[in-house]
């Protein structure tokens, strides 16, 4: 949690009424003898639910606590507060269990490769730089003309692909406006994009990348 917080219990005192031999309660009189009833808020006369006889105010040994606004609201958000560090604990064991079970599938790395998509840093970036083919390629090529060659780098692997194939190669020479790669073993239409990652995460997902073509025809106004 981004705050400190410590839960402050509060100890209710029971409401405890004096009897007499007879078992019986006894009730708190005035200077003149006579019984004290229960009153209101506005000091009036609380009234039996049954009898509608007014309700004596009966000797106590012990004031017991009353019942505020106050203390419910201490609960709720006691409550609220707990819930909130079982969330968090929650995350924190699934974010292990993740690690574990990756470290156990590939011993030695715990999971310096994984992104488990929940927004929090990991420990390598995961690359997102793409770019677009302006030039359609027949496989065997090496040369891709693209629109931008920023963020890629020699000897890093990237993905081709469009609506029909898909491969990865070795790029081994970057230009202003050219990537050198390996021989492709596939043929690409322009418009095929190169890029480090052909996925896209939204929701918690990992989901394959858009693609598309468009056509556009001019028309002439008279």
Same mark, same amino acid.
């Given at each position: $949690?981004?705050?400190?917080?410590?839960?402050?219990?509060?100890?209710? $005192?029971?409401?405890?009424?004096?009897?007499?031999?007879?078992?019986?309660?006894?009730?708190?009189?005035?200077?003149?003898?006579?019984?004290?009833?229960?009153?209101? &808020?506005?000091?009036?006369?609380?009234?039996?639910?049954?009898?509608? *006889?007014? %309700?004596?105010?009966?000797?106590?040994? &012990?004031?017991?606590?009353?019942?505020?606004?106050?203390? *419910?609201?201490? &609960?709720?958000?006691?409550?609220?507060?707990?819930?909130?560090?079982?969330?968090?604990?929650?995350?924190?064991?699934?974010?292990?269990?993740?690690?574990?079970? %990756?470290?156990?599938?590939?011993?030695?790395?715990?999971?310096?490769?994984?992104?488990?998509?929940?927004?929090?840093?990991?420990?390598?970036?995961?690359?997102? /730089?793409?770019?677009?083919?302006? !030039?359609?390629?027949?496989?065997?090529?090496?040369?891709?003309?693209?629109?931008?060659?920023?963020?890629?780098?020699?000897?890093?692997?990237?993905?081709?692909?469009?609506?029909?194939?898909?491969?990865?190669?070795?790029?081994?020479?970057?230009?202003?406006?050219?990537?050198?790669?390996?021989?492709?073993?596939?043929?690409? /239409?322009?418009?095929?994009? %190169?890029?480090?990652?052909?996925?896209?995460?939204?929701?918690? &997902? $990992?989901?394959?990348?858009?693609?598309?073509?468009?056509?556009? !025809?001019? $028309?002439?106004?008279?």
């Amino acid at each position: $949690m981004d705050e400190s917080y410590v839960y402050v219990p509060l100890f209710w $005192m029971d409401d405890i009424i004096e009897f007499d031999e007879s078992n019986q309660p006894i009730p708190e009189r005035d200077d003149n003898g006579d019984i004290v009833y229960e009153t209101g &808020q506005f000091g009036n006369l609380i009234l039996h639910p049954i009898t509608k *006889e007014p %309700i004596p105010k009966y000797k106590r040994l &012990q004031r017991g606590t009353l019942h505020k606004a106050d203390y *419910e609201n201490n &609960q709720e958000e006691g409550i609220a507060k707990a819930h909130a560090r079982l969330d968090d604990t929650d995350n924190w064991r699934l974010k292990k269990d993740i690690r574990d079970e %990756i470290n156990d599938k590939s011993p030695g790395n715990a999971g310096s490769f994984a992104d488990a998509f929940d927004g929090e840093p990991t420990r390598i970036k995961r690359e997102t /730089v793409s770019t677009v083919l302006t !030039a359609p390629r027949a496989a065997g090529t090496t040369v891709l003309n693209v629109d931008t060659t920023d963020g890629f780098k020699p000897f890093t692997e990237v993905t081709v692909y469009d609506g029909t194939n898909s491969e990865d190669v070795l790029i081994t020479d970057v230009t202003a406006s050219t990537i050198t790669v390996q021989p492709l073993v596939n043929d690409y /239409v322009k418009g095929a994009r %190169i890029g480090r990652s052909n996925a896209k995460i939204a929701d918690g &997902q $990992m989901t394959s990348g858009d693609w598309g073509t468009y056509s556009i !025809a001019l $028309m002439e106004e008279v």
